[in-house]
């Protein structure tokens, strides 16, 4: 029996994730990708950071920080009322930081390779910093865009350790389809559990398969001068 | 320090199967179960049977190891009902101001049991406790004792037995008792001490066999339930109603089946 | 016809390398062209980045006209987008995911949507792109680039255009064509244009002045054969290098064959100019052979100009020796110092110099 419901609020999770890291994730990665300041590799470093972070201590800290006693938690408390632990909102704050280096370094790796000198001509013809990210780094970076949006999707389709420390597991709220998975194992429903887990491994296949399908789509790059 | 090992054990999994509220749509409202590990197949029950006669009411059901879930309600998750597998976790949430004093009741009192697979050679029946002496035993499973009252009850019944020292370097604990099984039942361990419910009805009572703990060599795991109450909403709709069946005539009839003894 | 100056001072000092320190004034009321002609790494490119607001400089100040663009002491450092200037880098640095259509009209966001048509087409006639609107920079031959990376800079009608090593990045054959058509395209922009460049033929066919940069610093600005004639000092003049370079008229043009009236004399050359032609021509010094005055100029021999003349003076150059001869132009020859004992030549000296035509280069 495949939960429908899970598999539902984990694309869910995934795809407000991804939609989040972009707003995000393409401000840090353009600075990564164009500063030359000194401290430029700690902010690298900090990126990077769960990448290398067992789940276990970036849900740690996050649970603090998102309990009722903790400064997010508190925050959201006397918002709205309610708790950020354990809630979609919390889950959503976790995975976008989980995912956050899955989706900086593709992004920070095609805005480097943006030629200089055609920011720079840019500049000179009036248009403003912003307006050439968006007119000019931006077009030329969209296989990057995609593949980082992609591998942030399917990193957080795949996540278990994080969701276990700040979901919770509550059906509809917090239960992905990996913690569905392990709950139908701990159930003894194996054929529950295989059904789903292969459900799971075609998705996420597919979107890999996406993501190489896409990478041969590049765009003519600037041609060397005859 | 104390606030690490709590967030720590509230880290550790706790899994949910529950009931899709009632008619699939919008529900007016919903009852979020936290229920042990040991109550994984008569919750089930329970829950069934009191949404066919509430259908407007849904129930979802988040099980784990009671200090699991307990560590989780003090991090602010969002639980109407705690279904304990001992009385003391529900009452230090009432000292922690998550209900009212004295809300905690008595629901149940639970047992063990030594369960091994069916084509194990270990003869649990006559022996008891004192077939894991057996050479060919390499792993017994039980839940972990740090933050579950299964897990404790069976140390404390090893130890009674006067067999702890001799077991506890082969133990393979569980996150919650019903992990245990799991393991037991996978093969990864030869014979574990589970709860009692769990062994009683399928999947487990048809692929194994099992041999009742004797209840006075553990201190008894009396189960007590307690409606979580916040400052916000102190009358969650159902939650009563929900506790009074489970405690009335036709929750008695299926705890009955699992093999719990009333509370007294 | 006098406009406003840019009035430029600027240092700039790497941790590692040379400093920069460029002070020069240009009147941009005339739509000409300065070049800033050194060797690599003698900070051109940087002066220009510099200009174009890319770069800041450590210290000093670039004023136009009333505009301050940077002072150092002020705090004052106006960004590239307002200092509506066109920057073309060595590149061309055309954006390859739009058009030519598109690559024109980058800049022009500011006007109205049918003013904007109209000026955007009127650049591409101009610049003789009609037809081409709808490729891709990658689809155009480096001419046609060229033009659009033009059409582009000009289309915010700058007030100066910037251009860093326009023609370096060309093979040998292309770069001839492309420099006299630049050099006739920034005539037509008629917007006043300051060019980076270490080429020579680059500097004689595009400027009407040169500023010359040796060790971070503008050594010499004037009119570009005055400059080439008379360096200021030594360094210039090795910069520009020990060459002859004078202003010839084509008189006979026929197959590939030119004959030139340079000063008073006439000098066979090849090349490909129209008779009536006003071209520069450059002989370098290595290429003149000197006869001495006992030989007879009318021997066999390969080479087309013969010209007989006087020496004016011997400088010694390292192991070479400098010799300058009056032969109805003023020409310098470099030859060996045994050769100067051997031909016993001093000031006043007669003596025929002998030149291949292939050695007079002719820069149109």
């Given at each position: 029996?495949?939960?429908?419901?899970?598999?539902?609020?984990?694309?869910?999770?995934?795809?407000?994730?991804?939609?989040?890291?972009?707003?995000?994730?393409?401000?840090?990665?353009?600075?990564?990708?164009?500063?030359?300041?000194?401290?430029?590799?700690?902010?690298?470093?900090?990126?990077?950071?769960?990448?290398?972070?067992?789940?276990?201590?970036?849900?740690?800290?996050?649970?603090?920080?998102?309990?009722?006693?903790?400064?997010?938690?508190?925050?959201?408390?006397?918002?709205?009322?309610?708790?950020?632990?354990?809630?979609?909102?919390?889950?959503?704050?976790?995975?976008?930081?989980?995912?956050?280096?899955?989706?900086?370094?593709?992004?920070?790796?095609?805005?480097?390779?943006?030629?200089?000198?055609?920011?720079?001509?840019?500049?000179?013809?009036?248009?403003?910093?912003?307006?050439?990210?968006?007119?000019?780094?931006?077009?030329?970076?969209?296989?990057?865009?995609?593949?980082?949006?992609?591998?942030a999707f399917a990193h957080t389709l795949g996540e278990f350790g994080v969701v276990l420390m700040v979901g919770g597991n509550i059906p509809g709220e917090t239960r992905t389809v990996s913690i569905a998975i392990y709950d139908r194992v701990q159930a003894l429903d194996y054929a529950g559990a295989a059904q789903t887990a292969l459900l799971l491994l075609l998705i996420s296949f597919a979107v890999l398969a996406l993501t190489y399908g896409l990478r041969g789509l590049t765009l003519v790059p600037w041609p060397a001068r005859r | 320090m104390g606030t690490f090992l709590t967030v720590l054990v509230a880290c550790t999994p706790p899994t949910a199967v529950g009931p899709s509220p009632a008619g699939g749509n919008a529900v007016p409202s919903r009852l979020r179960v936290a229920a042990a590990s040991d109550l994984r197949l008569a919750m089930d029950d329970l829950a069934a049977g009191w949404t066919a006669a509430h259908?407007?009411?849904?129930?979802?059901?988040?099980?784990?190891?009671?200090?699991?879930?307990?560590?989780?309600?003090?991090?602010?998750?969002?639980?109407?009902?705690?279904?304990?597998?001992?009385?003391?976790?529900?009452?230090?949430?009432?000292?922690?101001?998550?209900?009212?004093?004295?809300?905690?009741?008595?629901?149940?009192?639970?047992?063990?049991?030594?369960?091994?697979?069916?084509?194990?050679?270990?003869d649990v029946i006559s022996r008891g406790l004192s077939a894991l002496t057996e050479g060919s035993v390499e792993a017994v499973a039980i839940a972990n004792p740090e933050h579950a009252p299964y897990g404790r009850a069976a140390v404390a019944a090893l130890q009674a037995a006067g067999l702890y020292d001799l077991v506890k370097t082969r133990l393979v604990l569980g996150e919650n008792v019903s992990q245990a099984a799991q393991f037991v039942d996978s093969g990864g361990a030869d014979a574990g001490i589970i709860a009692l419910s769990?062994?009683?009805?399928?999947?487990?009572?048809?692929?194994?066999?099992?041999?009742?703990?004797?209840?006075?060599?553990?201190?008894?795991?009396?189960?007590?339930?307690?409606?979580?109450?916040?400052?916000?909403?102190?009358?969650?709709?159902?939650?009563?109603e929900f506790v009074d069946f489970v405690l009335g005539p036709r929750g008695r009839a299926v705890l009955d089946r699992y093999g719990f003894l009333p509370p007294p | 016809m006098a406009g406003p100056t840019l009035s430029v001072e600027l240092h700039r000092t790497y941790s590692r390398g040379p400093s920069i320190a460029a002070v020069f004034d240009l009147d941009l009321g005339a739509a000409q062209t300065l070049i800033l002609f050194g060797p690599s790494g003698a900070g051109k490119t940087t002066v220009l980045r510099c200009l174009a607001g890319l770069e800041r400089p450590d210290g000093g100040r670039i004023t136009?006209?009333?505009?301050?663009?940077?002072?150092?002491?002020?705090?004052?450092?106006?960004?590239?987008?307002?200092r509506q200037i066109g920057y073309l880098p060595q590149g061309l640095a055309l954006f390859p995911h739009l058009d030519v259509r598109a690559n024109v009209a980058f800049g022009a966001v500011d006007l109205p949507d049918d003013e904007r048509a109209a000026h955007v087409a009127e650049l591409l006639s101009l610049l003789n792109l009609v037809g081409l609107e709808h490729r891709r920079p990658g689809q155009l031959s480096a001419g046609q680039q060229q033009r659009v990376a033009l059409a582009r800079a000009l289309c915010r009608r700058p007030r100066l255009l910037l251009l860093d090593e326009p023609l370096s990045a060309l093979d040998t054959p292309t770069r001839e064509t492309l420099r006299s058509e630049l050099r006739d395209l920034l005539r037509a922009g008629g917007v006043p244009a300051i060019a980076?460049?270490?080429?020579?033929?680059?500097?004689?066919?595009?400027?009407?002045?040169?500023?010359?940069?040796?060790?971070?610093a503008v050594r010499q600005l004037g009119p570009t054969l005055e400059v080439f004639d008379r360096p200021?000092?030594?360094?210039?003049?090795?910069?520009?290098?020990?060459?002859?370079?004078?202003?010839?008229?084509?008189?006979?043009?026929?197959?590939?064959?030119?004959?030139?009236?340079?000063?008073?004399?006439?000098?066979?050359?090849?090349?490909?100019?129209?008779?009536?032609?006003?071209?520069?021509?450059?002989?370098?010094?290595?290429?003149?052979?000197?006869?001495?005055?006992?030989?007879?100029?009318?021997?066999?021999?390969?080479?087309?100009?013969?010209?007989?003349?006087?020496?004016?003076?011997?400088?010694?150059?390292?192991?070479?020796?400098r010799v300058r001869i009056d032969c109805g132009f003023p020409l310098v020859a470099a030859v060996t110092r045994p050769a100067i004992d051997e031909l016993d030549l001093g000031p006043g000296a007669s003596v025929a110099a002998m030149v291949k035509a292939p050695a007079v280069h002719v820069i149109g």
């Open positions: 029996m495949i939960d429908w419901q899970a598999i539902g609020l984990s694309i869910r999770l995934a795809a407000t994730t991804t939609a989040v890291l972009v707003v995000v994730g393409m401000p840090i990665a353009y600075w990564i990708a164009r500063s030359r300041r000194p401290w430029r590799p700690l902010v690298e470093a900090l990126v990077a950071l769960p990448l290398v972070l067992p789940p276990t201590v970036l849900g740690f800290y996050l649970l603090l920080a998102m309990g009722p006693n903790g400064p997010l938690g508190a925050l959201w408390a006397g918002a709205t009322g309610g708790s950020l632990s354990f809630s979609f909102e919390g889950l959503l704050i976790a995975s976008v930081l989980y995912s956050l280096p899955f989706a900086v370094q593709p992004f920070s790796v095609a805005f480097a390779a943006v030629d200089r000198s055609l920011l720079e001509v840019s500049w000179t013809l009036g248009r403003s910093g912003f307006a050439t990210f968006l007119r000019v780094v931006v077009p030329l970076s969209m296989t990057g865009i995609l593949t980082g949006m992609i591998l | 259908p407007e009411i849904g129930i979802s059901v988040t099980y784990g190891s009671s200090g699991t879930l307990f560590s989780q309600i003090i991090e602010g998750a969002p639980y109407d009902i705690f279904f304990s597998a001992d009385a003391e976790l529900p009452r230090r949430l009432e000292d922690a101001g998550r209900a009212r004093e004295g809300a905690t009741r008595l629901y149940a009192i639970g047992r063990i049991c030594l369960w091994v697979r069916s084509e194990s050679s270990l769990l062994a009683l009805s399928p999947p487990l009572s048809e692929s194994g066999r099992h041999v009742v703990v004797p209840s006075d060599s553990y201190p008894p795991l009396e189960q007590g339930v307690l409606i979580l109450s916040s400052t916000a909403d102190p009358e969650i709709a159902g939650a009563t | 136009l006209g009333p505009e301050t663009w940077f002072d150092r002491v002020r705090g004052v450092s106006l960004a590239p987008q307002r980076v460049t270490h080429d020579r033929s680059e500097a004689l066919a595009l400027g009407d002045r040169v500023g010359v940069m040796v060790g971070g200021a000092d030594e360094s210039v003049a090795r910069i520009l290098g020990v060459e002859t370079v004078m202003p010839a008229t084509v008189l006979e043009a026929a197959r590939g064959l030119l004959r030139l009236r340079v000063g008073r004399a006439e000098l066979a050359a090849v090349g490909d100019h129209p008779v009536g032609a006003s071209v520069i021509i450059s002989i370098r010094a290595e290429d003149v052979i000197l006869l001495g005055a006992s030989v007879d100029t009318a021997v066999a021999a390969s080479a087309r100009n013969r010209l007989p003349g006087r020496v004016v003076s011997i400088e010694p150059a390292g192991p070479l020796v």
